[in-house]
Every structure is written in C-alpha cells, then in structure tokens.
C-alpha cells in the first residue's frame, strides 16, 4: 500500500545532540513537508520541498536542517542549536500542480529531550 | 500574510446530534484552497473535506459539509448525525492556489458525548 513512513515513532535526544528523523513515501509524490506540532496548537512548517534537491525554509527553520536527494526521501536532522526541541513531529507529502491536492501524512515522531 | 484563526478551542457535541466548527482565514489572494484535517488520539492527520474557492457549491462528504462564505472569508464544518469516532481535533487549513504551502488554525478539540 502507498503511504508515508516516519521513524523512529519516539526519539530521545541528549543536550548537544543532532539526531535524525525519517521520512519516505511511496506516493510518487513531488512535494514534501516537515511540521512540528506542540500541545495545543496546530501545525508549523518547518521546510518544505517541491522537488528534489531543492527545499525552502518554513515558519520556523532555526535549529533545523533538511535534505532532499531522493524523490522518495525527505530527512529532518534536529541539530543543537534548537533550544526546545520537545514536540511532534509530522512529515507530509503531495502532488504539485495548479489543483492543490491535500497534504497525505506520516504517523509522526515525538521527540524528547533526555 | 495568510493566517487561518480556529476561535473555538474545544466544543462538545451529544451523540446522533449535528456540530458546527468555525473558521476563518485572511488573504489576499482571490484563488485558493481549503481544508479540513481531522486529527484523532492517534495523530494521524486524515482528510475530512476540501473545497475550491472558485467553486460556489459548497463540498460535502457523507455526514461533512462545508459552508464556505467567501466574502466574509469564513470556512466552517458541520458535522451531522455525530458518531463517537467523531472526537478528535480538527484543524482548518489554508493553500494558494498553484502553491502547495498549508497554512493551519491552531485546531478545535471535539468531544463527542454518549
């Protein structure tokens, strides 16, 4: 089945410690996008891609790094300079095109400092 | 800017009863797109409706409609016959058209009463 993959599900980060966060989908889509989500509020863009090998800053960059060397393959590195990393993190995908289609999302990973 | 405003926090709704869920955005565009993403205790983000601004008729899905006023800019989601798999958050979302860059409301919590 299609879909998007995230993991780890939980990830413990320690002070001064960049750490990874997956993200694949077999949607054959072009667009990719990283969320993080706190308690209570909605969803804020991190980055997004339209297309491999390029990424565009979001809302809310700083202390966050992407790459996009794959269609298929959208990685979050959370590096040390983000102060509170603490949150839920979504990753999402879609077509491009002048008809918008919805966003299609992972199952996200929470991230806790240690 | 886009912005996208949820007013409503948490709402309760009794069972087999209809809901009203507000929102409303701001832009400048005359071209868009809007969501809704229902969120439930699991996290993950599904797709509830999704209406076209050029489009008069508002969208529906089952027991989902969408009154959508465009003038007064304001998108919200009534949901008929509430079922108890109902209760989650639900978030309103915001894209330009031709630009797949969503913009969230900060969510409505439901809570659906036996």
């Known amino acids: 089945d299609g879909g998007i993959t995230q993991s780890p599900k939980y990830l413990f980060r320690k002070e001064g410690q960049n750490v990874t966060l997956s993200c694949e989908q077999n949607?054959?889509?072009?667009?990719m996008y990283w969320y993080r989500q706190d308690p209570g509020q909605g969803l804020r863009l991190i980055y997004y891609?339209?297309?491999?090998?390029?990424?565009q800053k979001g809302d809310i960059a700083e202390g966050y790094s992407v790459s996009r060397e794959k269609k298929e393959s959208f990685p979050l590195t959370v590096t040390s300079a983000q102060k509170n990393p603490t949150a839920f993190y979504l990753c999402?995908?879609?077509?491009?095109?002048?008809?918008?289609?919805?966003?299609?999302f992972g199952d996200g990973t929470r991230l806790s400092i240690l | 800017a886009q912005t996208v405003t949820q007013s409503q926090p948490e709402m309760s709704v009794q069972e087999a009863e209809t809901v009203t869920l507000s929102c409303t955005y701001d832009?400048?565009?005359?071209?868009?797109?809007l969501f809704w993403y229902k969120q439930p205790p699991s996290r993950q983000m599904i797709l509830v409706i999704r209406?076209?601004?050029?489009?008069?008729q508002n969208a529906t899905e089952n027991r989902f409609s969408v009154n959508f006023q465009k003038a007064a800019k304001s998108f919200s989601l009534k949901i008929s016959d509430s079922q108890l798999g109902d209760a989650a958050m639900y978030f309103c979302?915001?894209?330009?058209?031709?630009?797949?860059?969503?913009?969230f409301g900060s969510g409505t919590k439901l809570n659906v009463k036996p």
């Open positions: 999402a995908s879609s077509h491009t095109g002048q008809d918008n289609q919805p966003q299609h």
């Open positions: 949607l054959n889509h072009d667009a």
């Open positions: 891609s339209q297309i491999v090998n390029d990424f």
């Open positions: 832009t400048s565009e005359s071209d868009y797109y």
């Open positions: 209406q076209e601004a050029y489009k008069q």
């Open positions: 979302a915001y894209s330009p058209y031709n630009f797949n860059k969503f913009y």
